[in-house]
């Protein structure tokens, strides 16, 4: 039996592969989440939140203290991580992927670094094409990555203050 099968040229699959790395690497994931999380907290009147850029964890299994903020009026801290994100599926001929993000919330008490709340948040993006996703300069991806970041924000808060 003889056969072939017909595949995108190894040139245009590196030349798309680039466009999303690139489009990723201007993201800003974790600070562009924390900061819708915050928007949204703020537009549903859920108490005052203060950005505290540099004091988080710089990995997921790291401890941090947070009690030397006590001394700032802090009494509670949202540590917000995202643990993983990526195009999802299997991966063959012009696949069909989605857009998936894991985050972990934590709510801790500042002054003995107690942890009062820990929660997984998933979203699972719509279903396109990795041309589709390439498109544009990663347009698309763009775009859903928007729709995951305000989804994820709203069930946070929704969630936390419920």
Request: charged share 30%; proline share 2%.
């Amino acid at each position: 039996m003889v056969g072939a099968v017909k595949a995108e040229p190894a040139k245009k699959v590196d030349e798309a592969e680039n466009i999303i790395n690139s489009a990723v690497a201007k993201l800003r994931i974790q600070e562009t989440l924390r900061d819708h999380v915050v928007k949204e907290a703020q537009k549903e009147e859920r108490g005052c939140f203060t950005v505290l850029k540099g004091y988080g964890p710089t990995s997921i299994d790291q401890k941090v203290s947070y009690r030397h903020l006590t001394e700032r009026g802090f009494d509670t801290i949202l540590q917000i991580s995202v643990i993983r994100f990526g195009l999802i599926g299997k991966w063959e001929l012009n696949p069909p992927l989605q857009l998936e993000m894991v985050v972990q919330v934590k709510v801790i008490q500042a002054r003995d670094d107690k942890e009062l709340h820990s929660d997984i948040f998933q979203y699972t993006g719509e279903s396109r094409k990795f041309s589709e996703w390439c498109a544009e300069n990663a347009q698309a991806l763009q775009d859903e990555f928007e729709r995951c970041y305000r989804v994820l924000a709203e069930d946070i808060i929704s969630r936390l203050f419920s």
